[in-house]
T-cell receptor, first 118, second 111 residues
Framework: GAVVSQHPSWVICKSGTSVKIECRSL??????MFWYRQFPKQSLMLMAT?????????EQGVEKDKFLINHASLTLSTLTVTSAHPEDSSFYIC??????????????FGPGTRLTVL | GQNIDQPTEMTATEGAIVQINCTYQTSGFNGLFWYQQHAGEAPTFLSY????GLEEKGRFSSFLSRSKGYSYLLLKELQMKDSASYLCARRENTGFQKLVFGTGTRLLVSP
């Protein structure tokens, strides 16, 4: 149990285009999901906290208009990188905080999405 | 990471024991997690401590001292596949219970 999927696993796009990344909890309902970004040889940096049915809470320094987050259901959150630029190239990872099935104390991570902006 | 300190790199040999230390800011603390991450992959959960003491799970154990803001991950009988980054993460005592990660410790296990 407690499986989180992400789609796509990797994407290459042109500068100026938008990219949508999906994060799904497959066998549990996640009221809260988190989006992280990780640059090479660095640790995970939290970008935003996504709560089902409400607006996301962004960390300091993260542009909410550039990184659009939607958490429309208890099993799906999406991150859209708008007008992507080469400096947005990174490894984007989501995690989901489960309810009684997964254990509320643990975040389960998706496999990540490698974004390359040309 | 934000006030979470871990050694950057460690090396050890197969079959040995290694201890990875982590110190963190104690204010607003609500649990300490250890994750393993292989290059290019997402982190996988290893252990969770919220009370003082040692939690043992097979070859891996994790220790916590809340008063000292200190934790360690102990890996026994090291195997080559244990070569990875080990991330210490502090859970904050906020409504969202978010995790703040340390910079990670890259462990290289040699034959």
């Amino acid at each position: 149990g407690a499986v989180v999927s992400q789609h796509p696993s990797w994407v290459i796009c042109k500068s100026g285009t938008s990219v949508k990344i999906e994060c799904r909890s497959l066998d549990f309902q996640a009221t809260t999901m988190f989006w992280y970004r990780q640059f090479p040889k660095q640790s995970l940096m939290l970008m935003a906290t996504s709560n089902e049915g409400s607006k996301a809470t962004y960390e300091q320094g993260v542009e909410k208009d550039k990184f659009l987050i939607n958490h429309a259901s208890l099993t799906l959150s999406t991150l859209t990188v708008t007008s992507a630029h080469p400096e947005d190239s990174s490894f984007y990872i989501c995690s989901a905080r489960g309810g009684w099935l997964a254990g509320a104390d643990t975040q389960y991570f998706g496999p990540g999405t490698r974004l390359t902006v040309l | 990471g934000q006030n979470i300190d871990q050694p950057t790199e460690m090396t050890a040999t197969e079959g040995a024991i290694v201890q990875i230390n982590c110190t963190y800011q104690t204010s607003g603390f609500n649990g300490l997690f250890w994750y393993q991450q292989h290059a290019g992959e997402a982190p996988t959960f290893l252990s969770y401590n919220v009370l003082d003491g040692l939690e043992e799970k097979g070859r891996f154990s994790s220790f916590l001292s809340r008063s000292k803001g200190y934790s360690y991950l102990l890996l026994k009988e090291l195997q080559m596949k244990d070569s990875a980054s080990y991330l210490c993460a502090r859970r904050e005592n906020t409504g969202f219970q978010k995790l703040v990660f340390g910079t990670g410790t890259r462990l290289l296990v040699s034959p």
